[in-house]
């Protein structure tokens, strides 16, 4: 019987194990998913009880957050909680390979995920989101990067914390105020009657820049959150 060879490199190794775990427990996609859509489904009866327009780009970014926030923040929670969290410390990977993995298994997830509240908003909110798909996706996609980018590094800073559950979204949400601010800008605009006089390249090169610093301050921060 053949036995299929590991990956040589630790964060290849890592990021296969997580989506082995994921794909046997469903964990963060159940939970991400459900959170999306019960975002959605509360924003649309608010404004159907309150008989206003329904604003569908701050709807969208705001799903998002909560649901990969909520969805992803057990990464390095959930090994904690399985006392596996001072093995991972210690295999062969150092504390940035497996910030780097988490960060690249998430954004799989969020990836698959964001793409699915997209198509979702667009049936329960606005269908202009669904006419604009190709134009907003690659905004979903580079700010789901960056959302599973900060779930990963503010679950390491608080993975050790007694109160981490409470913990987590009080640090990561105000991280993320950059990334919502500039995704529902975009959003807007590819949305908008007025979009042909709109360049989305300054929208891409700024959550492209935001994704590369947080993934860096991870990079930096999370080996030594780790193993505190």
């Not at 940035?96 to 793409?115: D, E, M, P, R």
């Not at 529902?184 to 700024?206: D, M, R």
């Amino acid at each position: 019987m053949e036995v299929s060879p590991l990956p040589a490199s630790p964060i290849l190794a890592l990021i296969r194990k997580d989506l082995l775990v994921e794909a046997r427990t469903r964990e963060a996609v159940g939970l991400t998913l459900v959170l999306a859509v019960l975002v959605l489904i509360v924003f649309r009866a608010g404004f159907e009880v309150v008989g206003t327009a329904q604003p569908a780009a701050p709807v969208l970014w705001i799903a998002l957050v909560f649901a990969t926030i909520g969805g992803l923040a057990r990464g390095f929670h959930a090994e904690a909680d399985r006392g596996m969290l001072d093995a991972l410390v210690a295999s062969p990977a150092d504390g940035g390979q497996i910030f780097l993995a988490k960060t690249a298994s998430g954004s799989l997830v969020a990836v698959a995920l964001g793409l699915l509240t997209l198509v979702l908003a667009g049936v329960l909110i606005d269908a202009a989101l669904l006419v604009s798909f190709h134009v907003v996706v690659p905004f979903v996609i580079l700010g789901a990067v960056g959302l599973s980018a900060v779930a990963a590094l503010v679950s390491a800073i608080s993975a050790r914390a007694r109160q981490r559950a409470a913990l987590m979204p009080v640090v990561a949400l105000p991280l993320c105020l950059p990334l919502l601010l500039v995704g529902v800008q975009e959003t807007q605009a590819a949305i908008s009657i007025f979009f042909v006089a709109h360049s989305p390249a300054a929208g891409l090169a700024a959550i492209t820049a935001y994704d590369a610093l947080v993934i860096a301050l991870g990079y930096l921060v999370a080996p030594r959150a780790l193993e505190t």
